[in-house]
Nanobody
Framework: QVQLVESGGGLVQAGGSLRLSCAAS????????MGWFRQAPGKEREFVAT????????YYADTVKGRFTISRDNAKNTVYLQMNSLKPEDTALYYC?????????????????WGQGTQVTVSS
């Protein structure tokens, strides 16, 4: 059993930055691959970024590559999403997700646990 709690969302102007955090707890949290997804009103949930259990491998959606950075601190059981050069189209509810296996994935169905989400709103 893994529990995830996101934080760090808010309102920011275009071009600004935010850092999202995902605090994980549970027996398998330290060995789980993690991912970030987002969903805007009227749109399907989409993949943003993922990181393997050790933090040595990452993968990003083309829409955020070069602007967002996913990282993790296993000692703190926390995953981060640093978001720079934010655009209005980045506005969405951002979800943290975890899977019991160590390999990263961009597929929603591969993840076993989900947080409640944190809202990010980027104004123009």
């Amino acid at each position: 059993q893994v529990q995830l709690v996101e934080s760090g969302g808010g309102l920011v102007q275009a071009g600004g930055s935010l850092r999202l955090s995902c605090a994980a707890s549970g027996r398998t949290a330290s060995s789980s691959a993690m991912g970030w997804f987002r969903q805007a009103p009227g749109k399907e949930r989409e993949f943003v970024a993922t990181i393997n259990f050790s933090g040595g491998t990452t993968y990003y959606a083309d829409t955020v590559k070069g602007r967002f950075t996913i990282s993790r601190d296993n000692a703190k059981n926390t995953v981060y999403l640093q978001m720079n050069s934010l655009k209005p189209e980045d506005t969405a509810l951002y979800y943290c997700a975890a899977r019991e296996m160590s390999y990263m994935s961009f597929e929603e169905g591969k993840y076993d646990y989900w947080g409640q989400g944190t809202q990010v709103t980027v104004s123009s």
